[in-house]
């Protein structure tokens, strides 16, 4: 089918829910896609962070071929090697005592709002439900994720909304002044991805961290679009010098296949009791099996450090670069304020000359594949620097 074509089904036939690009995308290898006439794009957002290993990376091929093959769903009534082993495999990794396993990053975060609420209902009664999110955060589209994601452009038409959020700014005196009697939990991201990648401030994080041991308030990160390689570390937490008691991670986990992930500490894990909750596809073994592959290359120090030169790679060309006013974000989760432009406008040049980009808010958002060569990097930043040079 020609692309004109498959546009026009796709307009024809979805709920118009998403403002897509004028990109087809038919195949592709690891950072370089084409359309189905040939058209070459080089991917700097890698679905939304979420083709970790690029695409048709063939050990990851490989092993969800192999795991499709054999068994390709078994429902979370059985045992299973592929969930059981991914799911011990991603503790060691992450330093976490246990693990639920949904289908995105909303539902990991839900499993983390209703966690944090049972304990402390539990523990204290069941006013003390209430849990404090920070201004301009972003923790999904369920009508409970809206509530918690920090925004009011969010919180539009669905309502009535799950109640017991409060909003605070990114500062210490700002959460004292949003805590009542009745918090029980603080849920954060490091980085702020879709805000417009905002990386909290390190003495905030400290000085959060010792004031929710202090009163016994969980902290919750989302860790959905900041974990696994994408800020330099497996997850960012580890460069805060922070472990929270809750941890959700998502996007790219699975290297391109649908999983959510809620870790807790020893503490906790007892909390989820039997019928608690569930997901009929949570811990789906051809989903466990990508993820284990995701596992064995991205958690390992050279790996690591290797994300790490590539992120100090594009930040010191896009720093360099005519059209660009302020480069921020962590490894190789990057934000690129232009100078002249909007982002919109610009990432759409940028698909119009072959490089996928992203954008967050006023910003374009870089989340190449942890995976993408140096060639493809100056491919990629070569359609943005001319882009960018033209913008007005
Ligand atoms: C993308 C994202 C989510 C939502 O994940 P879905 O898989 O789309 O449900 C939640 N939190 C953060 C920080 C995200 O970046």
């Known amino acids: 089918m020609l692309s004109e074509e498959i546009k026009k089904l796709d307009e024809e036939s979805f709920m118009p829910t998403y403002g897509?690009?004028?990109?087809?995308?038919?195949?592709g290898k690891n950072a370089t896609g084409h359309d189905c006439e040939g058209k070459e794009y080089i991917d700097f957002?890698?679905?939304?962070?979420?083709?970790?290993?690029?695409w048709a990376d063939e050990g990851w091929v490989a092993a969800v071929s192999r795991q499709a093959a054999s068994l390709q769903h078994v429902s979370n009534l059985y045992y299973n090697p592929a969930s059981a082993e991914f799911a011990a495999e991603l503790l060691a990794v992450s330093g976490y005592d246990a693990v639920f396993l949904g289908n995105s990053g909303a539902e990991a975060n839900e499993c983390a709002i209703k966690l944090a609420r049972k304990y402390s209902v539990e523990k204290y009664g069941k006013e003390r439900c209430e849990i404090l999110t920070l201004q301009?955060?972003?923790?999904?589209?369920?009508?409970?994720?809206?509530?918690?994601?920090?925004?009011?452009?969010?919180?539009?038409?669905?309502?009535?909304f799950t109640e017991g959020f409060a909003y605070a700014e990114p500062n210490i005196e700002s959460v004292r002044e949003h805590l009542t009697g009745n918090t029980c939990a603080v849920m954060i991201e490091f980085i702020q991805g879709e805000g417009g990648v905002l990386p909290l401030d390190?003495?905030?994080?400290?000085?959060?961290?010792?004031?929710?041991?202090?009163?016994?308030?969980?902290l919750l990160a989302d860790e959905v679009q900041t974990g696994v390689g994408r800020t330099g570390t497996f997850y960012c937490c580890e460069q805060y010098g922070v472990h929270p008691d809750v941890l959700t991670s998502a996007k790219g986990l699975g290297g391109g296949l649908p999983i959510g992930a809620c870790l807790c500490t020893k503490e906790l894990r007892e909390v989820m009791g039997r019928s608690a909750h569930g997901s009929t596809f949570g811990a789906n073994?051809?989903?466990?099996?990508?993820?284990?592959?995701?596992?064995?290359?991205?958690?390992?120090?050279?790996?690591?450090?290797?994300?790490?030169?590539?992120?100090a790679y594009l930040r010191e060309r896009l720093e360099k670069m005519d059209g660009v006013a302020e480069v921020r974000g962590m490894g190789m989760m990057l934000g690129v304020v232009p100078a002249r432009g909007t982002s919109a406008a610009i990432a759409a040049a940028c698909v119009e000359n072959g490089l996928?980009?992203?954008?967050?808010?006023?910003?374009?958002?870089?989340?190449?594949?942890?995976?993408?060569?140096?060639?493809?990097?100056?491919?990629?930043?070569?359609?943005?620097?001319?882009?960018?040079?033209e913008a007005k």
């Open 136 to 160: 301009n955060s972003f923790h999904g589209r369920t009508v409970t994720t809206l509530a918690a994601t920090g925004q009011d452009v969010f919180h539009n038409y669905f309502f009535p």
């Open 20 to 27: 897509r690009f004028d990109a087809v995308l038919c195949s």
């Open 202 to 218: 390190r003495e905030f994080v400290t000085e959060l961290a010792a004031l929710c041991k202090e009163k016994n308030l969980l």
């Open 285 to 311: 073994p051809v989903v466990c099996a990508g993820a284990r592959e995701v596992l064995h290359r991205v958690a390992r120090p050279a790996f690591l450090a290797e994300v790490r030169e590539k992120g």
């Open 45 to 54: 957002g890698s679905g939304i962070g979420v083709n970790s290993l690029g």
């Open 356 to 389: 996928l980009i992203l954008t967050a808010k006023a910003l374009l958002r870089l989340l190449p594949p942890l995976t993408i060569t140096r060639e493809e990097m100056d491919k990629g930043l070569e359609i943005l620097e001319k882009v960018l040079a």
